[in-house]
């Protein structure tokens, strides 16, 4: 408790003081575009490094082995397409959110108000998977198992994501992303060290403990334990490929972490210094994650958390000595401590994506019509985070018991299907219109999430988030290989049976724009 209690004041303070300096709309939604390509790089690393990361990929290696890995590659080989298609176009096409990006060559207030709302739907699935993660920590560390105290849980760490917002603003959140991805990746070493340790190193000793103690020997390192047992879960495994490597390119806390760098090479720069920080972490849950499958007894992780969740904080307390141990003790609160600070640097991220968003796109440029003083449009984002902190505290205490690495794969599906679709083709086709770009992103996003409502992920299953409901027609836990296709489809057919004709002329200026930065903000 004392480490959480100094870890939430260190951030606390460092939040105040950039607080005081954000003094306008670019100091609150881009930081004032003062950071470096390695810092924002590091930030970037810090934002997606998410719960679902650390505790939801641990715990699907320590529960499905091969299967689990695939978490980790997928989140990885996402970040090529951010590279090569999006980071660089988008930095120089926007000032400080997707609808900006848009509205250059679209009618401005219907597309914004569709890159607003597909924002916020995208923000809060993602938010979703951090407060179940935050409720299990916790849940943890304080030996608390009524549901009572996990909701007060889940409703403190939300508490604590709207201070965060409102008063530090991105220059804040951009800081305390960076301390949490410094501290996530030591603590992911630590651990790395000391379970390779307890195998003196090799790797191919460690793979069989994993596989000989979780009872299912070979077939634990090899494909089939989640996915390809048939038809259903071959199709899942497509369509959980399809959502994670191309979800990332579309997800707003991201794509917002462009606008804070002054120059296009700078975000390109930033980009390759996540990929190598990121790639190196997901090459730690390899032991991360078959180190809990080798040293710990699968029914005891399912016993503390039915999704596996907890795997990484009880493989820290094992390799400490073990329960009621001195040092299992002292490294399940370092461990426990590093997870909570990369929770709350992720909502504070997403939150911050959906607020600016909201405050930048739905009420400046539609509510107010553009004649918003920026005073105001600050104002609105802060209040509009206490709003969208009170949903995710609301759902995120529904959520407490699924896999966090699911619940993210999910966000990534929606973003893929409603926001990848329509930034790609803004960019790149010069016949799109205002017409394709709604019917793409509210195709998407309508298709997205009522797919996962009528899912196993909320009713029908032991997992699920409704337990004793079952309403599920869907039978894939992914919408991706439906909607992903579906975004893309009406994208294209809402542009060609579209009457108005797309201006070749703005066309042109974007393309120049995007590609040297001529014009950017």
Do not use: C
Request: hydrophobic letters at 55%; proline letters at 2%; a positive charge.
């Amino acid at each position: 408790m004392t480490l959480f209690g100094l870890f939430v004041v260190a951030t606390l303070i460092i939040t105040i003081w950039a607080g005081r300096q954000t003094k306008d709309a670019a100091d609150f939604y881009a930081g004032g575009r003062q950071f470096t390509g390695f810092q924002n790089g590091l930030a970037i690393s810090g934002d997606y490094m998410s719960a679902a990361s650390f505790l939801g990929i641990a715990g699907a290696i320590a529960l499905f082995g091969y299967d689990g890995f695939l978490y980790s590659i997928g989140f990885l080989v996402a970040w090529l397409v951010a590279l090569l298609l999006v980071a660089e176009p988008l930095r120089n096409s926007g000032r400080y959110t997707m609808g900006d990006v848009l509205a250059y060559r679209m009618r401005q207030r219907p597309v914004r108000t569709a890159a607003g709302t597909s924002t916020i739907v995208v923000s809060i699935f993602y938010l979703l998977a951090q407060m179940a993660g935050a409720g299990v920590l916790v849940s943890l560390l304080l030996g608390i198992t009524s549901d009572g105290g996990k909701v007060a849980i889940v409703a403190l760490v939300g508490v604590l994501m709207i201070v965060y917002v409102t008063i530090g603003g991105m220059k804040g959140t951009t800081w305390v992303q960076m301390v949490k991805a410094v501290l996530l990746i030591a603590g992911a070493l630590l651990i790395t060290f000391l379970v390779l340790l307890k195998f003196n190193f090799n790797i191919s000793d460690l793979l069989g403990k994993a596989a000989e103690n979780s009872g299912q020997g070979a077939k634990f390192l090899e494909p089939g334990m989640k996915y390809g047992k048939d038809a259903t879960t071959k199709l899942d495994f497509i369509s959980l490929g399809l959502a994670l490597v191309l979800g990332t390119a579309g997800l707003p806390h991201i794509l917002i972490r462009f606008y804070t760098v002054p120059t296009a090479k700078a975000a390109r720069k930033s980009v390759n210094w996540a990929i190598g920080i990121i790639g190196g972490f997901y090459l730690m849950t390899i032991a991360l994650g078959f180190g809990a499958a080798a040293l710990l007894k699968r029914a005891d992780i399912i016993a503390s958390n039915k999704a596996g969740n907890t795997a990484a904080p009880l493989l820290a307390q094992e390799i400490g000595g073990g329960a009621g141990s001195t040092g299992g003790a002292i490294l399940l609160a370092v461990i426990s401590a590093v997870a909570f600070a990369t929770i709350l640097a992720v909502v504070a991220g997403l939150t911050l994506a959906s607020s600016s968003s909201f405050a930048h796109d739905i009420y400046v440029n539609v509510i107010r019509k553009g004649n918003a003083t920026e005073k105001e449009e600050v104002r609105a984002a802060r209040w509009s985070t206490v709003v969208i902190g009170a949903v995710a505290i609301g759902l995120g205490a529904l959520a407490r018991d699924l896999n966090v690495a699911g619940l993210v794969a999910l966000a990534f599906a929606v973003a893929a299907s409603a926001n990848l679709p329509t930034i790609l083709y803004s960019l790149f086709w010069k016949r799109f219109t205002t017409q394709g770009a709604l019917w793409s992103i509210y195709g998407g996003l309508v298709s997205s999430v009522v797919l996962v409502l009528f899912s196993p992920v909320v009713s029908g299953k032991p997992t699920s988030m409704f337990k004793d409901a079952d309403f599920y027609w869907f039978p894939l836990e992914n919408p991706g290989i439906i909607s992903i296709p579906l975004g893309f489809l009406l994208g294209w057919l809402g542009t060609l049976l579209s009457k108005e004709k797309a201006d070749p002329q703005k066309f042109a200026e974007l393309e120049v724009r995007s590609l040297t930065g001529t014009g950017a903000h």
